[in-house]
T-cell receptor
Framework: ETGVTQSPTHLIKTRGQQVTLRCSSQ?????VSWYQQALGQGPQFIFQ???????GRGNFPPRFSGLQFPNYSSELNVNALELDDSALYLC??????????????FGSGTRLTVV | AQSVTQLDSQVPVFEEAPVELRCNYS??????LFWYVQYPNQGLQLLLK??????LVESINGFEAEFNKSQTSFHLRKPSVHISDTAEYFC???????????FGTGTSLTVIP
């Protein structure tokens, strides 16, 4: 039990469609980050939210967007899916605020396949 | 920005033998270093971290890593591996001014009976 739950675990979408991935963090985890892990690669930072505000973004296009809610849940939305978006998407949360360094708790991820 | 290089993509080792997984980082600011482990079809689990203080850090399951600032390294070691240590290991770096982790490409550790 990691305390971070992601849904769905697996998903197949068609190129051009839109997808929403969900993450539920532990109470008190005010910081949530999303990572994309392509096959055989390390995770790549998409963006981070702190207390419902975006707090940094990696090198991903605007069609990747997110939301964080007061109940410690969050969403990753991807529009106009491309084949290269196929990957494991990881949600990670921590109690650390801006400037605080803590090890993140990762969820088990959502495996997205775009066909 | 920071970056991480994991020099070995695959490391096979016999059970009860020692192992070292190498990690080098690049950064222009002070860093914090982490090792994560990923078992098949699972997310990442924190193995150990260096934030400050003693440069040698240990995990509860026998792994240790040493922060070497002059060599910009944070190699992971275990004196005697078990079958259950078979997994993907990721080294990661961040800084106190940053908000993201930079991960290496991972090292697949396979323990051979």
């Amino acid at each position: 039990e990691t305390g971070v739950t992601q849904s769905p675990t697996h998903l197949i979408k068609t190129r051009g469609q839109q997808v929403t991935l969900r993450c539920s963090s532990q109470s008190g985890h005010n910081t949530v980050s999303w990572y994309q892990q392509a096959l055989g690669q390390g995770p790549q930072f998409i963006f981070q939210y702190y207390r419902e505000e975006e707090n940094g973004r990696g090198n991903f296009p605007p069609r990747f967007s997110g939301l964080q809610f007061p109940n410690y849940s969050s969403e990753l939305n991807v529009n106009a899916l491309e084949l290269d978006d196929s990957a494991l998407y990881l949600c990670a949360s921590s109690t650390g605020g801006v400037g605080e360094i803590e090890g993140y708790t990762f969820g088990s991820g959502t495996r997205l396949t775009v066909v | 920005a920071q970056s991480v290089t994991q020099l070995d993509s695959q490391v096979p080792v016999f059970e009860e033998a020692p192992v070292e997984l190498r990690c080098n980082y690049s950064s222009s600011v002070s860093v914090y270093l982490f090792w994560y482990v990923q078992y098949p079809n699972q997310g990442l689990q924190l193995l150990l971290k260096y934030l400050s203080g003693s440069t040698l850090v240990e995990s509860i399951n026998g792994f240790e890593a040493e922060f070497n600032k002059s060599q910009t390294s944070f190699h992971l070691r275990k004196p005697s591996v078990h079958i259950s240590d078979t997994a993907e290991y990721f080294c990661a770096v961040t800084s106190n001014t940053g908000n993201q982790f930079y991960f290496g490409t991972g090292t697949s550790l396979t323990v051979i009976p």
